[in-house]
């Protein structure tokens, strides 16, 4: 893949560039620590759940090498590291009195973080439920909002005085309909009614948790949420192909965006899901508790789609430009009359196409339509088939993705847009979800038999990247 356009555009001074991961892909030692068991416990070792059978048992052993992962990150010069805090791991059941050796090895990681100068910011929920949550209904059942602000207090109070910026929730899209529609993600539900349940009690669990936070650590502590907005564009603009964007825009955008930041849910909604649920689950008050005003609203984008009216191909498994595959249940409630654009070009390990001008336009989209609100790249990288040869990863493709990608973020700055920073996914291979350790996303590779780690290319030129605070071109010595 050759990439398009070395610019050499350069970033103002307090952008940060970073980089993120999240618990369960990265700690392993599950059942070290006091932790209780969370629902990708059970979903992994559930047999032909995750491609190869794999499990986060051990992932890429961070729990017992943050010393180490810490000084590779210094070595590169990142300004700031998104992690999360797994939820079972403060609470192993969810609810009750906090566990203190859980929130020790937070404190330890953000001491060490600070101590190295790299900016600590916490994600509080990256899908790592605590089972005993979800034995009472997970996301699909209120309380679970409640449960969650009372665990971000317990955070906010053990973490609070060192961290930087706080994240409520990771990409609830993917909580409520990959988990509970498509159920290709823990807990693995297939259940319309239940998965927009739980975006409702997702979007509740945001606002009540960023009050939390504030009410703990005071009204200037920096929150934010991150959502993976799904950037579309319809086939055509015949009405039907217009229609169809309007479905998967409002299921796929709307439902997060409208509630989180203008404290109202989409109209449509109701009517497109008239025939899933009556949304009496939504409580007279609800929308003045999701609607806080937030300091900065993360947005993860690896690639943006391309959509017309029609009927998702069914049976033989291929995944399509969405990430979903044929043969699984659609995550789309009250949008199966579309289908996505297979579009010409280079693709990742994931199937995805490539398309950083979707980055700018995203953006933009975003700081024109909330003006004064700060925004993050929050993840934006690559899974290739990486290779150690001779101690090195040439990962050239990855270099390119990035190189085009964070150009992308400096366009849209450059055009007007509020961009804050930018997050690599990933710090380090990890376990991808559905397809364990077959997709390495990482700027640093991990031999998961032994744990070693091996900066890549990619890697090395972020590190120039930050370091000269431009977009060096494409090319690593
Ligand atoms: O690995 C995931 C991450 O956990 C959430 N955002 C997308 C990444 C790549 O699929």
Redesign the pocket.
């Known amino acids: 893949m050759a990439t398009s356009r070395p610019s050499g555009r350069t970033f103002p001074s307090d952008f940060v560039f970073g980089s993120a991961t999240?618990s369960y892909?990265i700690e392993g030692a599950v059942h070290e620590g006091g932790r209780g068991p969370s629902i990708w416990d059970t979903f992994s070792h559930t047999p032909g759940k995750v491609l190869n059978d794999d499990t986060g048992d051990i992932a890429a052993d961070h729990y017992h090498r943050v010393a180490q992962d810490v000084a590779l990150m210094q070595e590169l010069g990142l300004e700031a590291y998104r992690f999360s805090v797994a939820w079972p791991r403060i609470q192993p059941t969810g609810a009750g009195e906090p566990n203190a050796e859980g929130l020790a090895f937070y404190s330890d990681l953000v001491d060490r973080l600070v101590a190295a100068g790299i900016k600590p910011v916490v994600t509080l929920y990256?899908w790592d439920l605590p089972q005993a949550l979800e034995d009472e209904g997970g996301w699909s059942n209120r309380e679970t909002a409640y449960r969650f602000a009372e665990y971000a207090r317990i955070v906010a109070r053990a973490l609070g005085d060192r961290v930087h910026t706080w994240s409520t929730l990771?990409?609830p899209w993917c909580s409520a309909f990959l988990g509970y529609a498509s159920g290709v993600h823990a807990p693995g539900v297939t259940d319309d009614e239940r998965a927009l349940k739980a975006v409702h009690h997702l979007n509740l669990a945001h606002g009540l948790a960023a009050r939390a936070l504030r009410d703990e650590l005071g009204q200037d502590t920096q929150i934010s949420v991150t959502l993976?907005l799904h950037p579309l564009t319809p086939a055509t603009q015949s009405p039907e192909d217009l229609e169809a964007l309007r479905r998967v825009n409002t299921i796929g955008n709307e439902v997060f965006l409208q509630p989180l930041l203008e404290g109202r849910y989409p109209a449509e909604v109701f009517a497109d899901t008239a025939h899933v649920t009556d949304w009496s689950f939504v409580q007279e008050g609800d929308l003045d508790l999701i609607q806080v005003p937030i300091d900065l609203l993360g947005l993860?984008y690896?690639d943006d789609s391309v959509v017309r009216h029609g009927t998702p191909p069914v049976g033989d498994g291929t995944p399509g430009p969405d990430g979903h595959k044929s043969s699984e249940r659609i995550p789309w409630v009250g949008a199966d009359e579309v289908e996505w654009v297979q579009r010409p070009g280079p693709r990742t390990a994931?199937g995805w196409g490539i398309h950083p001008e979707g980055l700018t336009r995203m953006l933009l989209e975003i700081a024109q339509r909330y003006p004064g609100q700060p925004l993050a790249v929050t993840?934006n990288g690559a899974a290739f088939y990486d290779e150690v040869t001779d101690g090195r990863v040439h990962d050239q493709d990855r270099v390119d993705y990035l190189h085009d990608h964070i150009d992308a973020v400096g366009a849209a700055l450059a055009a007007g847009a509020d961009v804050r920073g930018y997050y690599v996914?990933?710090l380090m291979d990890n376990f991808?979800?559905a397809y364990g350790y077959d997709r390495r996303?990482g700027v640093v590779h991990v031999d998961y038999p032994t744990g070693t780690r091996t900066v890549k290319d990619s890697a090395r030129w972020y590190a120039d990247v930050i370091r000269t605070r431009t977009v060096v071109p494409p090319t690593v010595a």
Do not use: G, L, V
């Open positions: 999240a892909q990256h990771n990409e993976n993860n690896y994931m993840e996914w990933s991808e979800w996303f």
